[in-house]
Nanobody, 123 residues
Framework: QVQLVESGGGLVQAGGSLRLSCVAS????????MEWFRQAPGKEREFVAG????????DYADSVKGRFTISRDNAKNTVYLQMNSLKVEDTAVYYC????????????????WGKGTLVTVSS
């Protein structure tokens, strides 16, 4: 079992930055691929970014490339999502997720989920 707890969400103006954190417990993050997803009101959950177990590979949705950066500190069992140049359309609940098998980049490929943290970007 892996428990995931996100933090760092909040209200920010367009153009601003936020850093989300996801702390894993119950199992070392070295065992899992970590990803961030988001879900806006009335929309399906979508992939945002993913990182391999040792951080050697990352993947991003086209909509966030060049603005968001995923990273991990395995010593702290923590994964981060640095979000810069935020846009109103980035408003969503952001979820941290873990996969035991691969960097899936889709919700049905994940094994564990956090409860989410709300990011609101105002114009």
């Amino acid at each position: 079992q892996v428990q995931l707890v996100e933090s760092g969400g909040g209200l920010v103006q367009a153009g601003g930055s936020l850093r989300l954190s996801c702390v894993a417990s119950g199992r070392t993050v070295l065992d899992v691929f970590m990803e961030w997803f988001r879900q806006a009101p009335g929309k399906e959950r979508e992939f945002v970014a993913g990182i391999s177990r040792f951080g050697s590979a990352t993947d991003y949705a086209d909509s966030v490339k060049g603005r968001f950066t995923i990273s991990r500190d395995n010593a702290k069992n923590t994964v981060y999502l640095q979000m810069n140049s935020l846009k109103v359309e980035d408003t969503a609940v952001y979820y941290c997720a873990a996969s035991l098998r691969t960097m899936a980049a889709r919700p049905d490929g994940m094994d564990y989920w956090g409860k989410g943290t709300l990011v609101t970007v105002s114009s």
